[in-house]
């Protein structure tokens, strides 16, 4: 079992090792979200390099990269099972969360098939079982929602912030 936790790009930045297709599809997500991420591997493709926010670095993965700083997640995806393997060990080793693309049970998190307009942000996950499943499931979600709920979140949270000033007033003397 597992929940699902929205992690907020303030948590601190991204280790992803891995320049392939995998990673880009990662890589992606990260950067929609906001975060810092840092790719290292040492062929990184031209769509994970002009992403805003990630910085590349051209070279194979060292034990010592996952010291380099306070990761928040570290991301294993490269198509090399033994470095994977070395990028979770490491990670699981110095407790942070820690995606092995090839290999759930070498992980501590998942990555959920994600809808976002604007500030909505859904999710589904099979918890791992079947990525494929999750995206369509996904597409269902996305679909029965509609577009434009970007604008109704905007409302919402300026509705919201509004009710919490009111309160504030009649609280303050």
Excluded: H
């Excluded at 699902?4 to 880009?24: F, K, T, Y």
């Excluded at 570290?74 to 942070?96: F, M, P, Q, S, W």
Aim: glycine share 6%; aromatic share 2%.
């Amino acid at each position: 079992m597992s929940i699902l936790v929205e992690l907020l790009p303030s948590a601190g930045p991204v280790l992803v090792v891995g320049g392939g297709n995998v990673a880009a599809r990662k890589v992606r997500v990260l950067a929609e979200g906001g975060f810092r991420v840092v790719v290292v591997a040492p062929a990184i493709s031209a769509e994970i390099a002009d992403l805003p926010g990630v910085t590349c670095i051209p070279r194979a993965f060292a034990n010592v990269d996952v010291d380099a700083r306070p990761w928040t997640l570290v991301l294993a995806c490269t198509n090399d099972r033994e470095t994977n393997r070395a990028v979770g060990e490491a990670a699981r080793a110095r407790r942070i969360p820690v995606l092995v693309a090839d290999a759930r049970d070498e992980s501590t998190v998942a990555f959920p098939a994600l809808y976002r307009d604007g500030d909505l942000l859904a999710a589904v996950s099979t918890s791992g079982a079947d990525p494929a499943l999750a995206a369509r499931l996904r597409d269902t979600v996305a679909e029965a929602l509609g577009p434009g709920r970007a604008r109704e979140v905007a409302a919402a949270r300026e509705a919201r912030r509004d009710r919490l000033a009111a309160r504030r007033q009649e609280t303050d003397p």
